[in-house]
Nanobody, 120 residues
Framework: QVHVVESGGGLVQPGGSLRLACGAS????????IAWYRQAPGKQREFVAH???????NYADAVKDRFTISRDNTKSTVYLQMNSLKPEDTGVYYC??????????????WGQGTQGTVSS
């Protein structure tokens, strides 16, 4: 079983920054695809960003040019640097680790989430 743990959430004023971290307990971390999702109160969970094993990245339009995703395979950790935060960025941020299976498929593992609140 792979354990995924998020950290780094908190309360920040509009225009401020937060840095989230996602750790996964797997020896296959370097070949995983890691994604961040978020869920605001009363809304569905939405994609934020992902990074592949080859460090290719993709962002939701709402966060492009403000958020940066990166990975440190030596620490089995992916980071989400969030700058110029807006109140609409408030929500629970979830990390998803996607790992390849022996039969060519993928397994998904989710963390419990970390709360990020942007408010004055």
């Amino acid at each position: 079983q792979v354990h995924v743990v998020e950290s780094g959430g908190g309360l920040v004023q509009p225009g401020g920054s937060l840095r989230l971290a996602c750790g996964a307990s797997t020896a296959s971390f370097s070949i995983s695809i890691i994604a961040w999702y978020r869920q605001a109160p009363g809304k569905q969970r939405e994609f934020v960003a992902h990074i592949t094993s080859g460090r290719n990245t993709n962002y939701a339009d709402a966060v492009k040019d403000r958020f940066t995703i990166s990975r440190d395979n030596t620490k089995s950790t992916v980071y989400l640097q969030m700058n110029s935060l807006k109140p609409e960025d408030t929500g629970v941020y979830y990390c998803n680790a996607r790992l390849p299976t022996w039969d060519g498929g993928w397994d998904d593992y989710w963390g419990q989430g970390t709360q990020g609140t942007v408010s004055s």
